[in-house]
């Protein structure tokens, strides 16, 4: 693809007037993936931003008319082609995962910030049907702070008319991972308008395939944004079409009523079908969303550092901590599958560390990223090898990698700016990523102290780190909750790694004081890269049948990434990066220490 590099301000000489023109650029994903771009930039003002994302086998092309009624004089606006759609590269409506997309779009909205010299902060999104989702998603799990968002017939649950065609598309993903299927939905399903239709039907850019994969990990993200929409407190306003033929609006309306935002708002437009933007009567959803969108850009904003802490999955907490009733069915369920994993479950060495050391602790988790089975008999092996494949340890796998290259990232800044470079991680276990980013670097100038209060763990990370034949890695006891002892650091870090750590406790401020101790001892500018979990598909299941390193049962409060960020940012840091699984289970950020708390 060859597309025009931006303006080196960032921006195309200016307009003059109302004038809008329209500009194409290209970024480069998480991946290195080239997306294509569309920017059509007001002849002034130029510190506002509407970020459009299309939907399922469209382009941004077809966002022209939008953005002419939409006529936000002071706005530029941006729209992508998503990978596999329009003049964007790779097989048509294909991606890895659906997730891929919810990394794409939070590469362009840094993209767009970074370019342009926009803050997030003066943004505003609009998707429609699959974009929308896109949105969903990525509100929930990267929190992003920007002012609101329109969700236009978003595509939470796409109407599969054959019997049982959900479990036959998983079971052909299994059978073929790279099948797709082309679309059933036919341009008269979408729009009244003929003119629309036509051109949609002309539309060389439109192509009918979806990838299998996308399409079932695009339910199972919409299922989980909908069961954890209280999590979302950005201002939502929700166009439904009225007479949808492509989704249910029984699903939207699920996600509305859920919604965490102070601010939102739902309009079901009668007789509308799913492209409401291209509808006969399209004056009227486009002047609901100009009317939000620049009530949004109006009302005043509220400093993040200073944002009011949502405390999302208190309410849940609290319930897992209570003993169940005597004749809820679930305690005999739970209490069954307890005495099943405390007796067969024994045969297989994950359950039976587990008992022993606790299912959080720092040794199981480094059993987990080894990733072997084991265990007595070949049956033992099969238990644990189905628990290792338990989706929160999927998850934590994929959170180690995670770890391993934001940590790898901000050595390597380090190291530039530094010279030599000390990682302290405050709660390690054996330390296994640490050990392993270190070997990988090779660089004599970086040293890393762990710490953690369980000494048997201690202990394996320092035949680990001698097995590696790494030096300048020390091990000691040390409690991440006690500012005392983060303050006995006997070197001052660059960065500093809190793993696994903060999702185990309910109580923010004593959070709150180890964010703020290890401000203290990190250098100026030094990073903190810490993990989170906004989400776990088996919290009950893990509160009432696990227990956790002091013996007591297992019982997680899930923080939402927004709640996270907010104590991160009292204490004095700015989040950067992110990074998060397929599922949305666990998250790793990094973040810079700023001068000022």
């Known amino acids: 693809m060859s597309i025009p590099a931006p303006h080196p301000s960032g921006f195309p000489p200016a307009a003059t007037g109302h004038e809008r023109i329209m500009h194409e650029h290209s970024l480069a994903s998480f991946d290195g993936r080239e997306l294509f771009y569309r920017a059509w930039h007001p002849g002034y003002v130029r510190s506002k931003a509407l970020i459009l994302f299309h939907g399922g086998h469209e382009h941004s092309g077809r966002f022209q008319d939008l953005v002419e009624r939409l006529d936000l004089a002071d706005v530029s606006v941006f729209a992508w082609d998503a990978r596999g759609h329009g003049r964007s590269p790779g097989a048509r409506g294909h991606a890895r995962h659906f997730h891929d997309l919810v990394r794409d779009a939070d590469c362009f909205v840094r993209h767009v910030s970074a370019t342009y010299g926009i803050r997030v902060e003066d943004m505003m999104v609009l998707g429609h049907s699959v974009g929308s989702v896109i949105i969903g998603a ?112 029984a699903a939207q309306r699920r996600f ?99 008992w022993a050391s606790g299912f959080d602790s720092g040794r199981t988790l480094d059993y987990v990223y080894r990733n072997g089975a084991r265990g007595f008999t070949p049956l033992g092996r099969i238990i644990d090898r189905a628990y290792l494949d338990s989706a929160g340890w999927r998850g934590i796998r994929e959170r180690g990698a995670n770890l391993q290259s934001l940590l790898m990232q901000a050595v390597q800044r380090q190291r530039r700016r530094h010279g030599a470079v000390h990682v302290v991680d405050l709660a390690s276990g054996p330390g296994r990523y640490v050990l392993e980013s270190l070997r990988r670097l090779d660089d004599r100038h970086v040293s890393a102290t762990c710490r953690d209060r369980d000494t048997a763990g201690l202990a394996e990370g320092r035949r680990l780190a001698a097995a590696y034949g790494l030096r300048g890695v ?117 973040a810079v220490k700023r001068s000022q708390p």
């Not at 009523?257 to 004056?283: C, K, N, Q, T, W």
Request: aromatic residues 8%; hydrophobic residues 45%; contains cysteine.
């Open 256 to 354: 509305f009523e859920r919604l965490g935002s102070r601010d939102r708002a739902m309009h079901v437009l009668p007789g509308f079908y799913h492209e409401i933007f291209h509808e006969r009567d399209r004056h009227i959803p486009i002047g609901l969303a100009r009317e939000f969108i620049l009530r949004q850009f109006g009302a005043p904003r509220v400093t993040l550092p200073n944002a009011p802490v949502a405390r999302h999955g208190e309410a849940e907490y609290q319930r897992l901590l209570q003993p169940l009733a005597a004749l809820d069915p679930c305690r005999l369920y739970y209490a069954g599958l307890r005495a099943g994993l405390k007796t067969v479950g024994r045969l297989s060495a994950g359950v039976r560390l587990g």
């Open 474 to 590: 020390d091990f000691e006891p040390g409690d991440a909750f006690d500012a005392r002892s983060i303050r006995s650091l006997r070197q001052r870090p660059n960065v500093a790694v809190v793993s696994g750590l903060y999702e185990l406790f309910s109580d923010n401020q004593l959070i709150g004081r180890s964010l703020a101790a290890i401000h203290e001892v990190l250098v100026d500018g030094g990073y903190l890269i810490y993990t989170n979990q906004p989400y776990h598909p088996q919290q009950a299941l893990i509160a009432r049948t696990l227990v956790n390193r002091d013996g007591q049962p297992w019982v997680m409060r899930l923080r939402s990434q927004a709640e996270m960020n907010a104590l991160v940012r009292r204490a004095g840091f700015e989040p950067r990066e992110m990074l998060i699984d397929d599922a949305g289970i666990f998250s790793v950020t990094l």
């Open 138 to 249: 990525w509100l929930h799990d990267y929190a992003p702070g920007v002012r609101g968002a329109v969700l236009g017939s978003p595509a939470f649950d796409v109407r599969l008319y054959a019997p049982l065609a959900l479990p036959a598309l998983r079971l052909w993903r299994r059978l073929n991972p790279d099948a797709f299927v082309n679309s059933y939905v036919r341009p008269g399903m979408l729009t009244h308008d003929r003119a629309e239709a036509e051109a949609r039907r002309r539309d060389p850019l439109i192509a009918p395939p979806i990838a299998v994969r996308v399409l079932t990990s695009l339910y199972d993200t919409a299922a989980r944004i909908i069961d954890d929409a209280g999590a979302i407190t950005t201002p939502v306003l929700l166009l439904s079409a009225g007479s949808d033929w492509v989704v249910h609006k």
